[in-house]
């Protein structure tokens, strides 16, 4: 019996999952839409990004744990790669407030469990595995220590 | 053909003017029929987010490939797609797409499998069309669907498998990918997804000419002069070569096919859309490491 997902995870997979393919891009689309800007803080800190080199386009993630061990995640790719931001705005969205181990016991599959897969084909996909595997790795590694 | 030719100059010197228009002539021909256009790029969603008026899309992955083996989709499957793009067996195709035309050019290809006749590009592709500041729309694709008749795909002509390379050493090989994965530093593009090679380096005597070496800045093609002193003059191919070009999964080599077919005029150069992901992977084919291309090996 696995974990139930964590609430904002769960709406978004039953919201992609209660549409038809084509319009599950569409969705996609708008969360590449909302991708939020960077915090001024890391604006100008592009060397503090971590580049997914698994995503097709360029993609730069940057994860905060605070003192209430809630984790933040940061990101930012081009305009001409809308895939890629909704894949990161997903994440960014999907995450939003939740702890440490929240974020870490989210299963690695969560991407192919979206419906997105015949939507945008396997390949891309990985993407956006590749990007919840960095972000666990990076709170993984801010915990350690 | 069914509409006429862009008779810019800037075509003119290309052994296929025919193969390319320019973005005033799309302008000033949208609507005309006979003509579909067909947005085709490495993002899946990009489409989505504007696109030329009355553009239809065709995604490189979903679309092109077959979903379950690794070879293209069949004429049943070609005829379903393109009749569903409004796109009849006379109609003047004019694809463009992101990445100087990259995956444009594959969508080109792909076409030519199935022996479409009027197939074009647009030359320097989306961000010329943006650069210029031309519209875009959102619309939803919105295509009648027309009859297309089954055709079955000619690979022969323009698709080398592995086999076809093995017989091939002694004749040109141009391997189109980064120097970094051409010596064997890599096995994928900078930034691009692991697709899988357990052997990195490339096809013994092959020349290392990177496909963007063919585009301009603003994403058009080099003009006459500068794409023969790269391929002719560099890579040192001469009139009657037969050519075949590689690089990863095939889309790259796609854009050289484009260049040494349409624009320099070479024939029967073929694509070996298997490319590294394949000969990288396979049991008992040569591999040659480092920047050199190093000799024609003899037969196993």
Redesign the interface.
Known sequence: MSEPLPAALQQIKDDFRDLEVRDR??L??EF?QELPELPERYSEHPDLFE?V??????VFIFVEVDDSDIVHLYATAP??????R?FASILAQGLAGLTVAEVLAVPDDYPSDLGLT????P??I??MT?LLGRAKRQIREKTAA | MTVENDPSPRFAGYAHPERLVSTEWLQAHLGTDGLVVVESDEDVLLYETGHIPGAVKIDWHTDLNDPVERDYINGEQFAALVGSKGITRDTTVVIYGDKSNWWASYALWVFTLFGHTDVRLLDGGRAKWEAEGREYTTDRESAPTVEYPVVERNDAPIRAYQSDVLDHFGSPLIDVRSPEEFSGERTTAAAYPEEGALRAGHIPSAKNVPWAEAAADDGTFRPLDELNAVYRDGAGLTDGDSVIAYCRIGERSSHTWFVLTHLLGFEGVRNYDGSWTEWGSAVRVPIVKGSEPGAVPSRR
């Open positions: 891009l569409q996609l689309l590449s580049q080199v698994e995503c097709q386009s360029p305009r001409e790669a809308p895939t890629t909704g015949e939507a945008v084909s390949l891309r990985r993407g590749a």
